[in-house]
Structure formats: C-alpha cells, structure tokens
DNA sequence: AATGAATGAGGCTTCATTCAT
DNA sequence: AATGAATGAAGCCTCATTCAT
C-alpha cells in the first residue's frame, strides 16, 4: 500500500521526464508567465509565443491549459517531499540524528537549493492550490499526508527522547514548517534581492524553533 | 509628518464608509467572489449577479474592475494595522506592558476578532498583493512601513529590558509573525472547519514565540 | 409659399433664442465637442461634465442626443444663409451690384464673419450630414433649395447682362461654391494656424471665379 | 531618399495584396459599413456578420477596428497618388505636356477611374482623417507632402511658359484642387444619380480653371 | 427645473480550443 | 508532429436614456 504510493509518484515524476524539446520549452515558458502573472492572466497564446511554438501545439501536448498548470505543479511537489516518502532512496530519515537541531540542518541542507531551482512552481503552487480542486486532491493524497506521517513519526521520536515539549505533534509541525516557511518565503519572495547571509540565517532560524520547542528547564 | 501619514489612513478609511445601500452589495458580492475565485477569474457580471445591480452599476461606483479591488483591499488593510500607527487613539501601545509576552496577547486579543470577520479581504489580500504593482504601493505606504517603525521601537524596547535575545530586529519580528501567521493562517484557511480550541492555542503559540526568543539563561 | 418658408425659418432661429443659461452652457459644450470628436464619438455624459451640468439635464431640454444635435445644426445653417432667402431684411440681394465681383465681394464680406464664428457648426455639419436623414431633410427644404433658387436668379441675370459665360447654372454656381468653400476650408480648418493675409486672399480668389467665368473675349 | 519613400509607398502597398480570402471579405464589408454609417458608428459586429466571418477573426488580422480603418484607408490613398510620386512608372509626369491644360486632362483621365472604383474608400478618408492622428500622420507624410513637391515644379514650370497667371504655388493649386474636388464631390456624392455627361464637364471645369489662371491678356 | 443613480444593451477585444493542412 | 486560421463565448466597459428625489 504504502508501496503503492511510492510507486505512484515514482511514476508522476518519470512522466515529467520524456519531454520533447518544444515540450520543454512549452514548460519553461509557462513556468514565467504563470508565476509572474498568476495562472487566470496567462494566455496560452502569450505561454506559445515565448515558447516559440504555435497556439495548436501547447494543445497538442496538454489537453488543457488546466491540464498543463497540473502538468507543472503536481512533479515537483511530489519532488520536494520524496526525500521524506521515498523508501530506497538515501535520505534524510535514513541517517540517524542525535538531536532535533541536527534534523533540521539536515532537512534545510538537503532541501534548500531544490526550493531554491523550483521557486517559481512553488510560487504557482501556494497561489493556484486553493482555486483547482484537482491540485488539492493531488496535494493531500501525494503530499500532505505521506509528509505528515512521517514527520509525525520524528517528533514522537524526539518528544521521547526528551528533546521537544510534549506538544501535540500538529502544533510542533505547525510552528516548525512557519519559521521555516516564513523564512524561505521572506529570504526568496518578500526580499530576493536583499543580501542575506543564507548560512547564518538558516543557523538562526534553527535556533529559534529548537528554542521555542525545546521543555523547561528546571 | 507622521501626523500626515495617520490622517492619510484616517481619510481612506472614511471614504469607505459613505457607500450607498447597492455599493455595499456590490463590495459583499466582489469579496465573497474574489475571495471564492480569485481576482482574475471573476467576472464583473458574476459580481453584479451576486450583487443583485445592473453589471453597469458597478462601473458607475467603481471606475475599474481593479479600482473595485483596491477600494476592497485598502481600507481593511489600513484598518488592520490602525491599532498600531493611529496617534490619539487607544491603541495597544500606550499601555504599558511589563513582559513581550503580555504585549503580544494584548495584540492578538485586538485584532483576532477584526482578522476573523475580515479573513476574506485578507485572503484576497495575500493572493493579489503580487501581481498589482498599485497595492504594493499602497501597501508599502500605508502599512508595512509605519507597522515595521512601531514595531520596531516595541522590539529594542524589550531588547533592552533583557527579554529578547539580541538578534537583528527583523529577524525576531520575521520569527513572531511567522509563528503567528502561521497559526491563522492554519487556524482559518487550511482548517477552518476542525474544533479549536482558540484560547488554548494562541496561549500555546505565545509561549512557543517568548521562549524561542527567551535569552540564554546561564 | 414663399412666405410662409421664411416664416418657417424665422421661427426655428427664434426658437435657437430662448435658452436658460443652463442650456446655452449645453449648447456651448456640445458644439465643441462634436466639432472635436465627431458626433458619433461623443458622448453625452463628456458633454455634462463639461457644460458643467448633471447628465440628466441635457435630457430635460433636449429629447435625445440626435435632437441636441439638430438644435445645434439647423439654426446655424438657416441663419447662415438667412441674408440669400429672408425678405424684408436688408440683405446683400437689395442692393443692386454692378458686376458680378461685386455681388461676390458683396456676400463674402457679409457672410465671412459669420462662417468665422460658426466654424465649429458648420464643420458638424459637413460632417454629419451624410449620416443623419433628419438633417438632410432640414437641409434640402430649408437652406439648398431656398438658396439655389435666388442663386440661379442672380447669375441669370450676370450671365443676361453678358458678364458671365453662358454654361449652365449649376455649373456655374458649382465652380464658384467650390472656389469659395475650396478657399474657406483651406484657412479655416486646414492651415487654420497660418499666416493668412485675408483680404488678399479673398480679392484673388474672386479674381480666380470671375476669370474663370468670363466669356471669351474676342 | 525620394527613392526610399517610393519604396516605402510601394511596400504599404504590397502588404495590402497578401490577403486571404477570409480577410478580402473582411475589408469589403468595413469599406460598404464605415462609408455608409461612418467609422464610429460602425460595430465590429456589423462587419463580421456581413462579412460572413466570427467577430473574432476580424482581430485575428486587424490587431484593431482602428488597425482595420488604417489598412483600408492608407494603401488606397497612396496608390491615389502613386502616379504622381512613383519613379520608373510610366505616369503622367514622364510625357511632356505642352499646356497646363493637357496636363490636367492628363491627370484627371488617369485618376478618373480609380477614383470612381474606390469612392467609398475615399469618402472614409475625408470623414475620417480630423480624427485620427494616426492618419493624419500617413497622410502628411506619404501623401500630401510628395504630392505637393510634384506638383509645384509643374506649375512652375507652366508659369515660366507663361500659360499660368503669376499667383503664389499654393494658390493654383488650391485653385485647381477645389475645383476638381469640388466637381467630383458633386458628381459622385451630392448628386451620384444625375445622368451625368462626364466628357463635358471634365472638359468644361478644366476650361473653368485655365480662364481662371490664365494670365490678363491685354 | 435639476440632479445623478441606475439600467441593460451593445461595443471592442481576448481567449481557450478545434481542425484542416 | 506542428501549424495557425477560425471560432464564438465571455470579459470589461461605455452609453443613451429613465426616474425617483
């Protein structure tokens, strides 16, 4: 079952791979226009123009533009988390950590620049996921619920050893994933272009979860 | 000049009061559609529909489909923030607060309510803050600077009496309002519907803020 | 007969008399407008704000646009031929002319101020005399066949007193309107912002008609 | 430089022939709708449905309904003017003409025809060009000014025979023009269903106009 | 007499999608 | 596989006109 699961993003994110050229280009240029304008103000005649390729083609590869949004959104999300669903492959879980702190180092390090490359589909993701059906589901059954699990799985872990407060595990992810995402988004939507100090702030981000989570001491 | 500043607030929200009985459908009719929606994908027809006015109405009151979003988004943002930048009123900041913990709850008590009945205009806020160079404008003004100025006094204040770690003040103000934008943000948009416990989680979520930024104590 | 159409075209000019102030402001406003933008493309609300009245008034005087448009164009034509058509009056037709220059003279001198101050109208009228029935009616009863008849009259006469070539009627009075209107549309509303030293250019233009005109001589 | 404005004109033009079937239909349809009702009070609907196309594919050619008034509007007059500024055409500059006379009847027999096949086309431009700059821009440019060149070296060169009274350029040829105008507007447009005896009257108005300039003979 | 809010028809234009080539 | 002409529905907005105040 969970096999099956694995198995099905597997082939989400292989489907992406055979890309013909004009496809890729099709890809790249919807890409800008959907993160720069948002999804509704892009036409797929403006996505064909920058593309290079004529109107009829984009429709020639996606049934849809509908189906081209998901074409682009759904790979790379099951992407961003397959280190954290993905059996087999050398991840991050793999690795045994001593304390919280390490795991979050951890995570950030692996992670960083792969949201780094893809900010743009991410950027498209946090806009369109409320208004498409169709990427919510894909969201909750790909994504949200294998991530949940397993970080529920590692915050029991260290909530047992003693190293985070007995919260409840919503709560602890809640906290965790909004300093970390209020980081991200400040550090690369808010102020890109800023000159920031990625190894201190990431250092200082980590410190003020493992702070705020960590029992009382006395 | 800073006295301009709040009686440039203080005008744009009095021009939203004087609105004709048709006028306050139009803009109950064009947040619960842009919110639903998106901007974009909302046609003005759909609105004057909702609304129950001539389409052309709307355009007799409103210049623009755009200008009807920024007379949506503006005034609610400036209200959001009023507490925070308005002299002469009694606002959060000219009691005094012994701990930054006290100060926060005093903050999230004011304005929790105000967030909750204007989540809409929020959601719009955030979903077109992007793409609408006139918002950003306005939202630079009007808010993010005079809120960062205030804040900021507030910050070094309990900087000073010891109970913040000496970090850069954006970064404790990027880690507060990432914790607790997170939790609205959870709270009313991902799951509005579970059962919570409101008191609980915002106590919950101020101490997770005080000891993350709690300084070493040895 | 006769009468009676002087009659009629004494009452449409009295009728232009009676404004309220509110209504000449109208007037006024229309007349530049339609002059500037084309009948068609001007709109009835550009042509309140600019008299400076509400929109609904310019509909309390006048039944609808087209009607505004007639109450501008009509009088003006009649009045500008009144000196040709209205007995009892003392027009250029009471005097008797020697020759058929002065009789030119005579009515350019009369008329040439008039067209000046009547600019605007007179270019709505060309303008959309093609395109509104109601008006060629107008124009047909009460200013092309008054005048062709006393026209015909007149170079009869010049053309019995052996003065003008024998070619027929219309041609003549054909060459003579073209050279005349050729000259008036050329200073007027083509190089409006010339130099222009009038007197001159009249005396050749009539210099050019009579000419034209003037029967072999030999 | 004469040669790249020819070059010019002779590519305006060219990109007029290029046309599909659907667009010929397209341009047929604006010509009778924009001459009958005017350009303004002309819908784009009006077109397509005569035309027998979707709305749409008018803007499929025509970026504009004002694209669509230049296309028709420009190549026309251009190619009104072409024997006057084309080099290498056999035009009616390139014979010697031993009068001003023939000359004129040289060019009046040369344009007769096109003038009478593209009237509608023409009635357009003179409606139409106090309204837009943009035509107005082409006109002067392409049109008036090489126009204007051609024609001052010939009645130059008619004066210094002797043939033409000693006036200003600009006079003979306002003379000229407002009375070949003035003919054909009444021929084709006041009064386009009298039986006309076209020979006569070319022959009589150019009479007309050598008397005119004919210089005193005495 | 004057106002101006309200209307809804219609104008120009864009767009996703189809289909013949 | 790729093109791009064609479509017609729908979008935003303007307008002449009406009517309650």
Redesign the pocket.
């Known amino acids: 079952m969970e096999q099956k699961l694995s198995d099905k993003i597997k082939k989400i994110n292989e489907e992406h791979m055979k890309v ?4 890729s280009k099709i890809i790249e240029a919807a890409i800008e226009e959907f993160s720069r304008n948002g999804y ?9 123009k920058k593309a ?17 949004l998901l074409s682009i959104v759904t790979p790379t999300m099951t992407k961003l988390i397959a280190p954290f669903v993905m059996d087999g492959f050398d991840t991050v879980f793999d690795k045994k950590f001593d304390t919280f702190g390490d795991f979050l180092k951890a995570i950030l390090k692996n992670r960083v620049d792969f949201i780094r490359e893809n900010l743009s589909i991410l950027k498209i993701f946090m806009q369109e996921i409320s208004f498409h059906p169709e990427l919510q589901e894909n969201y909750k059954e790909y994504i949200a619920q294998p991530l949940f699990k397993r970080l529920e799985n590692t915050i029991i872990h260290f909530q047992d050893k003693g190293q985070i407060k007995n919260l409840p595990v919503h709560t602890v992810i809640r906290f965790t994933a909004s300093t970390v995402v209020g980081f991200l988004f400040t550090r690369h939507i808010i102020y890109p272009d800023m000159n920031w100090n990625d190894d201190k702030e990431i250092e200082q981000t980590i410190n003020l979860i493992i702070n705020g989570l960590s029992p009382e001491t006395d």
Chains 1, 2, 3, 4 share one sequence.
């Open positions: 013909t050229e004009k496809q509704a103000s892009t036409s797929t005649s403006q996505i064909a290079g390729v004529a109107e009829g083609t984009i429709f020639r590869h996606y049934k849809n533009k509908k189906n081209l």
